[in-house]
């Protein structure tokens, strides 16, 4: 959320897709409950072989477009099982809106599995948030070897970039997590030089159902997350030359 209203805030027209059954992304926009028209009931669609309509589901809320999660996408793993093609069925949504916007960010669930499968096929490339303690690090490690086999599903995928997240320079441990995946050859380059301090004015714009630029855009927290959009569009451009 923070990440896309920086990038709005420089200009960039996004839209953001919240495909966790936890709902935080749609909860932290101050959307308490999706309608009928949310990311569930459009991959039921395209499930059942029709293309859903999925400008109908986009809610407008702080100059930024977002299609709503909702709890019912935690049936979504087993009724998709059957379903032949379910893998690309986000990248064929997805298609007919790509062009509309600069950037489609997908807040995908911290489980692998086919929800998370979706999210990657339809993506050109991850951003891989990261407490800087050592349990996300092993998780880090272990999604290295997930990602190297959905990238047969989907070869063009690449990963942008790690972002260390609720950093306190006042912790040892955090440089020593840092410390260690700068030493690891595959991790290390794709660390993000933007880190995400622990800020209260970041949790407090939560509980407002605002992003930190509405919420205090003179707070820590939002000077990291606008350093965090330019240094992103600054890997893309890199990465498109």
Same mark, same amino acid.
């Given at each position: 959320?923070?990440?896309?209203?920086?990038?709005? @805030?420089?200009?960039?027209?996004?839209?953001?897709? @919240?495909?966790?059954? &936890?709902?935080?992304?749609?909860?932290?926009?101050?959307?308490? $409950?999706?309608?009928? %028209?949310?990311?569930?009931?459009?991959?039921?669609?395209?499930?059942?072989?029709?293309?859903?309509?999925?400008?109908?589901?986009?809610?407008?809320?702080?100059?930024?477009?977002?299609?709503?999660?909702?709890?019912?996408?935690?049936?979504?793993e087993l009724e998709l099982v059957?379903?032949?093609?379910?893998?690309?069925?986000?990248? %064929?949504?997805?298609?007919? #809106?790509? @062009?509309?916007?600069?950037?489609?960010?997908?807040?995908?669930?911290?489980?692998?599995?086919?929800?998370? #499968?979706?999210?990657?096929?339809?993506?050109?490339?991850?951003?891989?948030?990261?407490?800087?303690?050592?349990?996300?690090?092993?998780?880090?490690? $272990?999604?290295?070897?997930?990602?190297?086999?959905?990238?047969?599903?989907?070869?063009?995928?690449?990963?942008?970039?790690?972002?260390i997240t609720r950093y306190d320079t006042r912790v040892g441990m955090? &440089?020593?997590?840092?410390?260690?995946?700068?030493?690891?050859?595959?991790?290390?380059?794709?660390?993000?030089?933007?880190?995400?301090?622990?800020?209260?004015?970041?949790?407090?714009?939560? %509980?407002?159902?605002? @992003?930190?630029?509405?919420?205090?855009?003179? $707070?820590?927290?939002?000077?990291?997350?606008?350093?965090?959009?330019?240094?992103?569009?600054?890997?893309?451009?890199?990465?498109? #030359?």
């Open positions: 959320m923070n990440l896309a209203a920086a990038l709005r @805030d420089i200009g960039k027209k996004v839209l953001l897709l @919240d495909l966790d059954p &936890q709902n935080n992304l749609t909860q932290a926009l101050g959307i308490e $409950s999706a309608s009928d %028209e949310n990311i569930y009931q459009l991959l039921k669609t395209a499930a059942g072989g029709t293309r859903p309509d999925i400008t109908a589901a986009i809610v407008h809320k702080n100059g930024m477009d977002l299609i709503p999660g909702t709890l019912d996408l935690a049936h979504a059957s379903v032949y093609g379910r893998e690309q069925l986000l990248q %064929e949504m997805l298609a007919s #809106v790509r @062009d509309k916007y600069n950037y489609i960010l997908i807040d995908c669930p911290p489980a692998i599995g086919m929800l998370t #499968v979706n999210a990657l096929v339809a993506s050109d490339y991850i951003i891989m948030p990261m407490q800087a303690e050592f349990l996300p690090l092993r998780g880090l490690q $272990s999604f290295m070897r997930f990602y190297n086999r959905v990238k047969k599903l989907n070869p063009a995928l690449a990963i942008l970039g790690i972002l955090s &440089q020593k997590v840092i410390d260690e995946i700068l030493e690891e050859k595959t991790l290390g380059p794709r660390l993000f030089d933007t880190k995400i301090r622990i800020n209260n004015a970041l949790a407090k714009a939560q %509980e407002h159902g605002q @992003d930190i630029f509405t919420f205090d855009p003179a $707070s820590n927290g939002a000077m990291n997350y606008m350093a965090l959009a330019f240094e992103v569009q600054s890997r893309l451009e890199t990465a498109s #030359v």
